[in-house]
């Protein structure tokens, strides 16, 4: 089923580098690489930028900041390098990291190369060639809730893994760090969403329900499937954003991206993950599963929903002000801010319903 593997493409003439200097530094760190390395893209990854290397003997994945970028937050590769490979030992799904280079003469950042996990990746619909019916898409949606449950379990403390995050608190660092952003990404004609802001800080839990691993970023489009059984996970990508955290905080932030069969036209509009097929888990079956795979309470997810989906609506209007301040010109963000706007409506509807 090779034509089901997520495949690389072109590189982009903009996003090169220098290859001679990577294959000497690489050779100087990775035994046994043969011959002059042939570099490929992939497509997707917003934030960062990532290259498929194809020596004659190994095929590797290289993970950089886009051309221009500070190394903080999102676009930090020593971080999300560390995470990963002290993850690793506890997770097995996390793609061995090969290389860290924190030398920045060698392409101008920071990066890493991993190993490259063969395998097939959802993005906007499943493959036909998958052959999964409904039952079988069913099972799949079950063993993709199963890997964040894992990854939530991890005992962290005694590791290296306790000191990627601050720990107790994290809700009210989230709901008080998005609303600053918020406010400093709005423009003119925003919906300001004042009364959105003052019920997600009136109504946040008083305390975190738990503190673990979390990805911040889990979604279809970040997992690898083994393109021959494609009822099994064979990797997680994508950690940049994982820290330590509320583990609820994690589901309902991707719940934010889980589109379903029944949602109104313009949320359809935003699908870029399989979640409205046949056999998918609805949202409340994906958090009534995860509550019972826990044994944790989520029997009213109302806030945890309306975050997902108010995060999302910043980092829309976040991308929205730098086309309006013409710092990108990218013609498909000119409709971002209705976009942005939807979402606030859409967090209202859920508010308006709230028992909370």
């Not at 990532?50 to 095929?59: A, Q």
């Not at 890493?112 to 993005?123: D, K």
């Not at 399989?274 to 044994?295: C, F, K, Q, W």
């Not at 945890?304 to 209007?317: A, W």
Request: hydrophobic share 40%; glycine share 8%; proline share 4%.
């Amino acid at each position: 089923m090779s034509s089901t593997l997520d495949q690389a493409r072109a590189l982009r003439e903009e996003d090169a580098f220098d290859v001679a200097r990577v294959d000497d530094y690489l050779k100087q760190h990775i035994e046994g690489l043969q011959g002059t390395p042939t570099v490929a893209q992939f497509p997707g990854g917003a934030s960062n930028l990532t290259y498929l290397l194809t020596y004659t003997n190994r095929e590797l994945v290289l993970r950089r900041p886009p051309i221009g970028a500070k190394a903080k937050s999102a676009h930090d590769m020593l971080r999300e390098a560390h995470v990963m490979a002290a993850l690793k030992p506890h997770y097995p799904y996390v793609p061995f990291i090969l290389a860290i280079c924190d030398d920045e003469s060698v392409i101008g950042q920071h990066f890493y190369v991993m190993e490259r996990l063969r395998g097939a990746i959802l993005r906007r619909d499943i493959p036909q060639q998958l052959g999964l019916d409904a039952d079988g898409v069913r099972t799949l949606c079950h063993g993709f809730i199963d890997r964040l449950v894992e990854l939530h379990k991890i005992d962290a403390s005694g590791t290296e893994l306790h000191g990627i995050g601050k720990g107790e608190g994290y809700i009210a660092r989230q709901v008080s760090g998005w609303s600053d952003r918020w406010r400093q990404a709005v423009t003119d004609g925003t919906d300001a969403c004042e009364d959105v802001l003052a019920w997600l800080a009136g109504k946040q839990p008083a305390r975190d329900n738990a503190t673990c691993i979390i990805h911040n970023d889990y979604r279809y489009d970040n997992v690898v499937l083994d393109p021959e059984q494609p009822l099994r996970i064979i990797g997680v990508l994508d950690w940049e954003m994982a820290t330590i955290g509320d583990p609820l905080m994690d589901l309902g932030g991707s719940l934010a991206y889980w589109v379903q069969a029944d949602d109104d036209a313009v949320f359809q509009s935003f699908r870029r993950q399989p979640s409205n097929a046949p056999g998918m888990l609805t949202r409340h079956e994906v958090i009534d599963y995860y509550g019972s795979r826990t044994g944790m309470s989520v029997g009213n997810f109302d806030f945890y929903e309306v975050f997902g989906l108010f995060r999302l609506m910043v980092i829309i209007q976040q991308i929205y002000r730098r086309f309006v301040l013409g710092q990108t010109t990218n013609p498909q963000f000119a409709g971002f801010g209705d976009a942005a706007r939807y979402m606030g409506a859409r967090c209202r509807r859920i508010i308006a319903r709230s028992a909370l």
